[in-house]
């Protein structure tokens, strides 16, 4: 075999240094060998492990990257094909940005309290510690088998006690700062899983675990005060790089509102109702009040009302309804006159009706509202069918003649059609009348606070964390209760609070955990005083390990080799190297429960000084579910779960990797197909057979169309793991190779392809880099393909074809410029709207369509 001249110009590492001299020589031809990745894939496995190919050192000279999936719940039926999509992604990247030469930290552990596996202890009465280690084992056996570079050493469980000393510790750290408190609510409760539920894990009235209905129960209950962040928490969203689809849901969760607080005086009483509206400018038309059955003003003004029986059966029925049933926008609104009693207008004076209505919710505002009939659709039904007086006190702003669609229409019998809860001018209200509605809520609401009557407020829709679960197989709450002293904090050297063996894991369903059973647990001296105590018996919810654990990896660091019960040790500057995240990845049905949960802590932990960074995940990317080929989301009970094993032993875990990369663009949810991993074989196929084609191996200044290719795919294919497009990398990847087949080609260009191909196939870009491009048995880190840096592009060789782009406005063309012919949407609109010429007809009108011809015209609507 000939050696093979290496070419100065089109060398894709630029000046990077050789590392192996010499010439190139294919040593072994593969010819007539195939490609068989059982032979190659657990020794690689075994290999890097061994000499530590994918550790994050702490402390490096270069820039660190912190990339982070959602660690999993280790269930028993381990990992389906759906499963890696995010991992496989979260590798590749740590991949490219190790090759980027960056010191990469990108580790893996398990969420290991739960439900479903104490529910399996209730039924077979296996301790939940046996069957999480066994589950455990499982799912790390298959991560290991899809070739996923964690660092292992950095491995957690949040179920060691061990790890959740720190948990107990950070719940110490609330309760001190006074934002871990007790209280008994009329909380969520699951009659099936038999505990209390956050408002985060209802979904549509429905338990997030089990599904059931949720009912409400009165319970003592621990209590975090996440409102106290509520301002913050929204606030910082500015600073992320997250879907805007997360943001919002988190916006609206959180749900601020802004306006004013005012007091309606009861007729012939003392009494004051405190009413909070964001809509004060429509005052005037605010025809009657609407209070909660549960509001206190009943309880006090009991002998004033004189339907007093029917409005106690009233607040009766109501206790029977779910929510989700009271506020629901489909059911008619019930309500009763408060008969006897009035209240008085503070704007004008005027004697209004009080309703009681379960519509109304007493934790949400001030659990009364003001109602305005002809500019709120929801008191307007009320109103129409009630037969209440409506009085229209906004006229919509009308540009153009005819009215609005949203206005309120007049009808022949002289009734209003719908309400109208827009902008507008003021109208029937007295000084103000004229004034416009933005205007009019500053004016009027600054009226009434000189007065006394009102004053600026803020609410938010955002409640409690109920952080109390009645159930056994979670973190234990390190405080004691003292005849004496009360509530007693454990000391820190008592920690781990640990859980208590325990021989029955069901669920009392009297409110209490399983550990109130324990009494040589339950009783215990008090820390303060010594006298008899008795330990708090609820126990964590299942989001509380996960509010910090991608400080835990970083905590363990730099271990020569895995030690049992490892000690997690808060060092500041391994935290300061570390943090925050730089990427996170997973299931966006994370996004009001762990996300939200998770940025809470940080700040507390931020506030007490424990850490030096305000938001734990900068940039977050979520993966779309890969449902069943039947377009169902796979799962155990619908009986349409693929398991991985015997696909990746078939085909081999490049394969698998190359098409669960494939299959689509990441983020959105695309069904499974395994005929699609036949394609991707065959791809890694035709790349192996390459290499034994010696007889194409030229020289490469013999065909320059092929370096501009070749230099082509390597901008691509960086660009598109950037982006996370990586179906579009591989298309580009399977294209250059055909090139390949249909050409000369030189050592470069395969050396290049492998290097491309190295994050998404790696134990197959390890075998070929071995055998052609490294002339030492000797594998270590330095001679490992996953070190080798990433390709750069010699931008004088991709001369981009350009093409004039037209840019209308509302259909008129007004500007031409000079763009690459490949330019996407997003960027066209951007460069268009950027421009002098554009931008005078745009001003500030919003744009409500882009109409865009790829290598033509771009249309922007406004
Ligand atoms: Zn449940
Ligand atoms: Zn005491």
């Known amino acids: 075999m000939k050696n093979t001249p290496r070419s100065r110009i089109s060398n894709p590492y630029g000046a990077i240094k050789e590392n192996f001299g010499g010439n190139f020589q294919f040593e072994i031809s593969l010819r007539g060998m195939e490609y068989n990745p059982k032979k190659i894939e657990k020794k690689w496995q075994r290999l890097w492990e061994e000499k530590g190919i994918f550790k994050g050192k702490d402390f490096s000279k270069k820039p660190k990257f912190y990339v982070l999936d959602m660690f999993p719940y280790p269930s028993a039926e381990g990992l389906h094909v759906g499963h890696p999509r995010g991992y496989v992604a979260t590798d590749i990247y740590a991949h490219y940005m190790r090759r980027k030469k960056f010191n990469v930290l990108h580790p893996m552990g398990w969420d290991a309290f739960g439900l479903p596996t104490e529910n399996y202890a209730i039924r077979t009465g296996i301790h939940p510690e046996i069957t999480t280690r066994k589950n455990i084992k499982r799912i790390k056996e298959q991560m290991k088998m899809i070739g996923l570079g964690y660092d292992w050493l950095r491995e957690i469980n949040t179920t060691d006690p061990e790890y959740y000393k720190f948990t107990q510790k950070i719940f110490l750290l609330l309760f001190k700062m006074g934002l871990a408190y007790e209280a008994t609510l009329p909380i969520n409760w699951c009659p099936s899983c038999k505990t209390g539920l956050a408002n985060e894990e209802v979904i549509d009235g429905k338990c997030e675990r089990c599904g059931t209905e949720v009912t409400k129960k009165d319970l003592r209950q621990w209590v975090l005060k996440i409102t106290a962040y509520a301002d913050r928490l929204l606030k910082d969203l500015d600073l992320l790089d997250w879907p805007e689809k997360i943001k919002e849901m988190q916006r609206n969760w959180i749900g601020k509102s802004e306006g004013w607080e005012m007091e309606f005086r009861i007729q012939n009483s003392e009494f004051r109702i405190s009413v909070f509206t964001t809509r004060v400018d429509t005052l005037f038309g ?507 592009y010699d931008p004088k060789l991709i001369k981009e074809e350009m093409i004039t782009l037209v840019i209308q406005v509302n259909g008129r063309v007004r500007d031409k410029i000079e763009v690459s012919a490949d330019i996407s949407e997003e960027k066209a609109k951007e460069l268009a709207i950027s421009r002098e010429r554009i931008k005078k007809w745009l001003k500030d009108k919003k744009i409500k369509k882009v109409v865009f011809v790829p290598g033509k015209l771009i249309n922007i609507v406004v």
């Open 286 to 792: 605010c025809t009657y009040l609407v209070v909660a059955p549960e509001h206190p003003l009943i309880e006090k003004l009991k002998s004033n009302i004189q339907n007093l029986k029917s409005i106690e059966e009233y607040i009766e029925g109501t206790k029977k309804k779910l929510e989700r049933e009271r506020i629901s926008e489909v059911k008619e609104k019930t309500g009763l006159e408060l008969k006897g009693i009035k209240a008085i207008n503070p704007i004008n004076g005027r004697e209004i009706p009080i309703f009681v209505a379960d519509y109304v919710l007493v934790h949400y505002g001030t659990g009364a509202v003001m109602a305005v009939p002809c500019h709120d659709q929801r008191d307007f039904d009320f109103a129409r069918k009630s037969n209440l007086p409506m009085i229209e006190v906004i006229k919509p702003y009308q540009e153009k003649k005819e009215l609005p669609k949203e206005a309120p229409l007049i009808i022949s019998d002289g009734r209003y059609q719908m309400a109208y809860e827009g902008e507008g001018f003021l109208i029937n209200s007295g000084r103000f009348t004229g004034m416009k509605s933005e205007e009019a809520r500053e004016a009027i609401g600054q009226f009434l606070a000189k007065r006394n009557l009102s004053k600026k407020a803020v609410y938010f829709k955002l409640r409690d964390w109920i952080f109390s679960r009645q159930r056994y197989w979670g973190e234990p709450i390190p405080i004691v209760h003292c005849q004496k002293c009360g509530i007693v904090p454990l000391p820190e050297k008592d920690l781990p609070l640990k859980l208590p063996k325990i021989e029955k894991y069901q669920p009392t369903g009297t409110g209490e955990s399983p550990l109130a059973a324990i009494s040589e647990w339950v009783n215990t001296k008090c820390p303060r005083c010594g006298g008899p105590a008795k330990r708090e018996t609820n126990t964590m919810p299942q989001w509380a390990g996960s509010c910090w654990y991608y400080l835990a990896y970083v905590m363990l660091g730099n271990q020569k080799s895995k030690i049992k019960n490892q000690k997690f040790i808060w060092d500041k500057r391994k935290i300061n190297y570390w943090l925050p995240v730089d990427l996170y990845v997973g299931g966006a049905e994370h996004a009001v429960l762990h996300l939200l949960y998770a940025r809470f802590w940080t700040k507390v932990l931020y506030d007490a000084g424990w850490i030096k960074f305000k938001e734990p995940f900068l940039k977050l990317r979520n993966q779309g579910l890969i449902l069943a080929p039947d377009g169902q989301k796979m799962s155990k009970s619908r009986g349409n779960v693929i398991n991985p094993d015997p696909l990746i032993e078939k085909y081999g875990a490049d394969t698998f990797r190359l098409y669960e990369m494939f299959m689509g663009p990441f983020s959105e949810p695309i069904n499974w197909n395994t005929k699609g991993l036949i394609g991707m074989k065959r791809f890694l196929d035709k790349v192996w057979n390459l290499f034994g084609k010696e007889k194409n191996v030229i020289s490469i200044e013999e065909d320059k169309e092929i370096e501009r290719i070749l230099h082509k795919t390597i901008k691509k294919i960086t660009e598109d793991i950037e982006n996370f497009r990586f179906n579009t990398a591989i298309s580009a990847l399977m294209i250059l190779v055909n090139e390949l087949q249909n050409r000369n080609y030189g050592i470069w260009h395969l050396k290049t392809l492998i290097s491309l191909l190295a994050p998404f196939a790696p134990h197959f870009a390890e075998e070929l880099w071995q055998k052609y491009f490294v002339q030492t048995s000797d594998f270590r880190l330095q001679t490992s393909i996953h070190n080798w840096p990433w390709p750069k």
